[in-house]
């Protein structure tokens, strides 16, 4: 007998905020369910409801029921029987500086616990072999967390919600930031468990992100539930829809009267160079270790003004590490040299920085700390994670405009916490914006966000190119600014350059 849940009448407020309203709705064993909508209405809160991680806000009518058949459950039962995986929990792992080796991470879902706290049985240990053999992950048992890709780290934590073999999956986003390989093992799982009778939910914004075997659809705005019903093709009409409504709405350069040309005529603004001049960054026969494991061999690569690279390859290969190399926070082996334009050697790495704009999931799980979004955005000048001390009048002045560019300017005295992921990836956008780069790095810029969003932010690089460098990875093509003139391609430890990826 597998689990249902009901919600009646339910709400969720945040301070003075109600990030849910009003929700009822039954979800019963052997349904799955895929969640849509916009950047803030509130997805993330509502799986983490069912899976009784957040408490509801309580009201006179609101409840929420686990049942078993017709016996009703308490939470400690239910939450036994289901399985959340978000991003957060994948951040906090490498906020904690939790670095299990791959086993011992699937061992703490059987038992329940963020920490292996008692010895693994025999019986247990088969049950984590099979899992991590159906996962393809048998190759990465005795890896840690921390030298692990994105993606892979991803693929873990799911076999570690697995491993329990629960009643209920609520899975957030669940395919960000995986490749075309990965995403077919998550594929071919989901499927072993949907015939086994295995229920889940799945909140996405992009249509191919909808795993097959869903059969209805959730959309919610603003906290509420506004359509509930069978999914047949209104997801991906829904989700198109919207990224072609957001495209056109991002070529109108909707908003621009509000601040927004002026945000982008200051970002970058600088007289362009003469074409002699020498490259902005330059790497000369690298080799790149990370946590004494090499990533990279070999790597010669250079960035001239003008150009704009995209970043390919599979989970793995490196592509979040050669970022993390160009913006200072990884460092060659000896024998290797990076060279960066107006930054001679000897200069403090903070200097560069401090003209970088840098966003990565990495970077995300790092603004755990306790400082407002305002601050976050202030302290893109400054290459700092929040402010040592107050923002000066013009941080402040930039920080509002860019706030206000993306559509954030209601949440600038929230926690980075408090907000959405995909808004925390708008934030962190802006943050990197206000230091006005010369050179932009993105490692999955359009992660998280809503299609709208995605088509905005795209519209956004494209009219950056003329006056800042950008280097970006995806995973999706289509997520590419056009106007991109070149490609690096990492595989199997070395970099393959190329023109015109698209």
């Known amino acids: 007998m597998r689990l249902g849940i009901s919600l009646h ?47 509801p806000t309580p009201t006179a009518a609101g409840r929420r029921t686990y049942r078993l058949g017709r016996r009703e459950v308490d939470l400690i039962e239910a939450k036994s029987r289901i399985a959340y995986l978000g991003a957060e929990m994948q951040d906090k792992y490498s906020r904690y500086g939790w670095d299990l080796i791959v086993s011992d991470l699937l061992a703490t879902g059987l038992h329940r616990t963020d920490l292996l706290l008692s010895k693994v049985t025999a019986a247990e240990r088969r049950k984590i072999d099979a899992t991590l053999r159906a996962c393809g992950l048998l190759r990465l048992a005795g890896r840690r967390l921390s030298s692990l890709s994105y993606g892979q780290k991803r693929l873990a934590l799911l076999a570690r919600a697995l491993c329990s073999d629960p009643d209920w999956l609520l899975l957030d986003e669940l395919y960000n930031g995986l490749d075309t390989s990965y995403r077919r093992r998550i594929d071919r799982v989901l499927r072993a468990l949907r015939a086994r009778g295995g229920s889940w939910i799945v909140a996405t914004h992009r249509a191919c992100d909808v795993p097959r ?7 919610l705005e603003a906290g509420r539930v506004i359509a509930m019903g069978p999914l047949r093709s209104e997801a991906a009409s829904r ?36 074409l002699a001049a020498p490259p902005l960054l330059k790497i000369s026969d690298a080799d790149l270790y990370v946590d004494y494991r090499p990533v990279l061999r070999g790597v010669s690569w250079e960035l001239r003004e003008g150009e704009h690279w995209a970043v390919l390859g599979a989970n793995g290969a490196g592509k979040s590490s050669f970022l993390r190399l160009l913006y200072g926070d990884l460092s060659p082996a000896l024998g290797g040299v990076i060279e960066r334009r107006g930054f001679p050697k000897g200069t403090p790495i903070a200097d560069w920085k401090r003209r970088v704009g840098f966003v990565s999931p990495e970077l995300q799980t790092d603004y755990a700390v306790n400082v407002s979004v305002r601050d976050l955005v202030a302290s893109g000048p400054r290459a700092s994670i929040g402010l040592a001390e107050a923002a000066t009048a013009e941080e402040a002045r930039v920080a509002a405009r860019w706030l206000k560019f993306f559509g954030l300017s209601g949440v600038g005295e929230r926690r980075p916490r408090e907000l959405s992921y995909g808004q925390l990836r708008r934030a962190l956008l802006a943050r990197a914006l206000a230091a006005e780069p010369r050179v932009l790095l993105l490692d999955e810029p359009l992660t998280g966000l809503d299609p709208k969003q995605r088509a905005f932010v795209k519209r956004l690089l494209e009219r950056l190119m003329p006056r800042v460098a950008l280097v970006i990875a995806v995973h999706h093509p289509e997520d590419l600014p056009r106007g991109v003139t070149h490609a690096l391609h990492l595989e199997a430890g070395r970099a393959h350059a190329m023109h015109s990826p698209k």
């Open 239 to 274: 989700l198109r829809t919207a990224a072609r409504e957001g495209a056109r709405a991002a070529i109108r350069g909707r908003g621009a009267a509000s601040g927004r040309g002026a945000a982008l005529r200051s970002a970058g603004a600088r007289a362009r160079p003469r």
């Open 213 to 219: 075997g869903s059969r209805g659809l959730i959309e």
């Open 9 to 55: 009448a339910v709400g969720v407020q945040r301070g003075r905020k109600w990030v849910l309203r009003d929700l009822t709705l039954d979800v019963h064993p052997g349904e799955r369910w895929a969640l849509i909508g916009a950047n803030g209405a509130g997805k993330t809160q509502l799986l983490k409801l069912l899976a009784g991680d957040v408490w």
